[in-house]
C-alpha cells in the first residue's frame, strides 16, 4: 500500500491533522481473447489494478487546509508475442503526466479555506450546488463513481437575513476512479465557471433566493505535457477564449421557499438558459434556439398524519447546458428526474436527460402506526417529446409510472417492499390532437425490490437485499429482457466489531449489456467477507463477478461496466502521527 503511513486523529496544541487511506487491488477477469492463441493462453488478457486514495486535512482555529492525492498502477498488463512486447492495456492515453509507463499519481483536490465574522474564503478546490441543481450543481456523487469539483475561489457571506455566495474556478473532474476500470485515462476539458448566489430570511415564513452562473467551455487537447492542475495548454484557441470571451451560456434564476402556509411546504425554482455558443445552439430542440428554461416546483403538505408530495417540472433546451461535459461522464445541471432512480433501464434514462419534457408525480405515504408501519402509494405522469440524443423512439412518449411499497420496522427487524409498473405510451401528434400508436409499440417495465432484515437468536443479522425487473421493447429493434439482482447478507456482531459475509447473484439475459456472467452467460455470483471495527478500519474481500448495468443517482446516470475477478479494499483513518505544531 503506497499511502498507508499511520493514523488516528492528531490533535496538537496548535491544530488538528485527519486524514483517510482508502487502498483497493483488483484482479480483473478479461474475456478478451487474442487470435490464434485462444487455446492456449485464454486469460491471457487479464491484469492487476491498485488503486490508492489518500486525504489529508488540517485545520486551526477557523483555517482549514487538505489535499487529496490519488495514485493507480497497473500490473499484468504487457505479454510477450513472437519476441515483441505487447500492451493489453494502456493506463492513459499520453495527455496525463506519470511517473511510470503503467503508474499515475497526482494530487486531486487540493484546497484551503478560512471563516471569521459570518465570511467563508475557499481556495482551490471546492463545491457548489444552488436550488435544486438546476442552474449549478458541481458536486461529489460517489455512488455513481463521479468527482467534479471546481479548483478556484469561493467567497460565502452571512449577515442578518442575508447571506450570499460568489463563485469562479475551473472545472476539475476526477481522473482516477474507485469502482471503474482506469483505462486509457486522458487530460479532460477544463470549464470555467462563475456563479453568484443571493438569498433573503426576512420575510417570516418566506424564502426568496436568486443566482445566476455563466460557462465557457473548453475542448479536448492531445498534447502530451499539459499543466498538472489546469489541464490545459496556454497558446491554444480555447484557452483564449477561456479568459478572453464571453459565456457560452448564462444561466439565471430564483427560488421560493415558504413554510408552514395552510399546512403545507411549497418550493418552486425557475431558472432561465441563453446560449451564446453555435454549437449549443445546434443541440436545443429545433437545432438553432439560443434559450431555454426549466420550472420545478413542490408541495408537501400533511393531511390527518399522512405525508402527501406534489411535483411538477417543464423543461425545454435545459439539458443542452451539458452537452459539453457530457463526455467526462458528469454533468454540472441535474434537475429532479421524478423517475424511481433504482430501477431506471436504458430506455427511461433517456427522459432522464430529455431536452423537452413536462409532467409531474405525486406520492402518498400513510403511517398506519408512525415508525413502524407505512404504506405509500406514488405516480408519475411525463410527457417527453424530444426524439434526440438517447431516445429510441421516432414520436413523443407520455410516461405514466405508478408505485406502490410498505415501510414497515418491527422490533429489531426491517420489511420494506416497492412494486411498479412503468408504460411510455407512444402518441402522434396532428392538428386533430394527440393520437395514441398502437399497443405493441409501447415500452413497458414491471419491477419489484425490497430488504428484510431480522435479528437472530445470538444476537447476529440476517439481511436480504432483492429487486427485479421484466422490460419489453416498444419496436422489434431490441430484445425483451428480465433481470434480477439480490444479496444475502450475514452479519456477524461482536463486541467492538462487525464480520459481514456476503452473497451476491445477478441474472439477466438483456443483450444490451456489455458483459457475461461467470456461472453462465446471464448468470453472475460473487462472495465478499467485510470486517469492520469500532475504529472505522474496514477490510473487504470480494470474488466473483457483477453485470454491467445503468446506476442512477440524484438526477445523474451513469453505464458502469461488469466485473470479474478478485477485489480486496482497505480503508482506515490515519493514526498517530508526530504533534503538529508551528
Known sequence: MLFVLAINNIHAEDGSLTGKSEFRFRYRQSDRLEVG???????????????????????????????????VTLGLNRYSLDGNIKRSWDLTNGTLIQPFEDMYIVPEKIFYSFEDNGIRVELGDFYASFGRGIALNVIKNTSVDIDTSLRGTKFHFSTGDWEGNILTGFTNRQQVSRDNPNLSLYRDAVHNISAAQLSYYGLGFVQLSTHASMATFGEQLDDPTPDMFLRFQEGTDRYDQLFTSGPDITVVGMTTDIYGILGSDIFLEGDLFSYSDDSLQKQTVDKSSDSGHLIYGSISTYPLGSVLLIEGKWAKNAEVVNAYNAIDIWEWSTPPSLEYERMITEDASAAVN?????????????????????????CSTLYDKDLAGLHFNKVPEIVVHPLFGIQYFPSQAIVLTNIGFRRDIRVQESEYGIQLEDFEKYDQLAHFDGEIAFPLPNGDLMELNYSGWKFWWGDDQHNDFFTTQNALVYKHNLEDRHLDFILYQDWTNNTQLLSTGNINENLYAAFEVVYSNKKQHIFKVLYGAYKAGIRCSGGQCRTLPGFEGLQISYSAPLSKMSSVKN
Do not use: C, M
Open 37 to 71: 492463441f485462444e487455446e492456449e493462453f485464454p486469460n491471457l488478457h487479464d491484469y492487476l489494478e491498485q488503486v490508492e486514495r489518500l486525504n489529508l486535512l488540517y485545520t486551526k482555529d477557523s483555517h482549514a487546509l487538505g489535499i487529496q492525492i490519488d495514485e
Open 354 to 378: 430529455s431536452n423537452d419534457i413536462v409532467g409531474g408525480r405525486v406520492r402518498l405515504d400513510v403511517p398506519i402506526k408512525p415508525n413502524v408501519l407505512t404504506p405509500y402509494i406514488s
